[in-house]
């Protein structure tokens, strides 16, 4: 057998943790993109419609829809 274990299960994983490492990098860098373009579009929406929330609670009615 010259001197070699089958199926120990830990012949890559010394290898493999950079990749593991740089995926998850990768995602986390995804997620914190998506959460700043959502955090943005409802900055935006809350924006355009400033004026008419404005009018809205001059005139008594609430801030609704």
Known sequence: MNGTRRGS???GRDEMYPVFALVG???LLILAVACGNL?????????AREREIAIRVAVGAGAVG
């Open 25 to 27: 990098a990768l995602c």
């Open 39 to 47: 955090g943005s579009l409802l900055l935006s929406r809350g924006v």
């Open 9 to 11: 299960g830990s012949e």
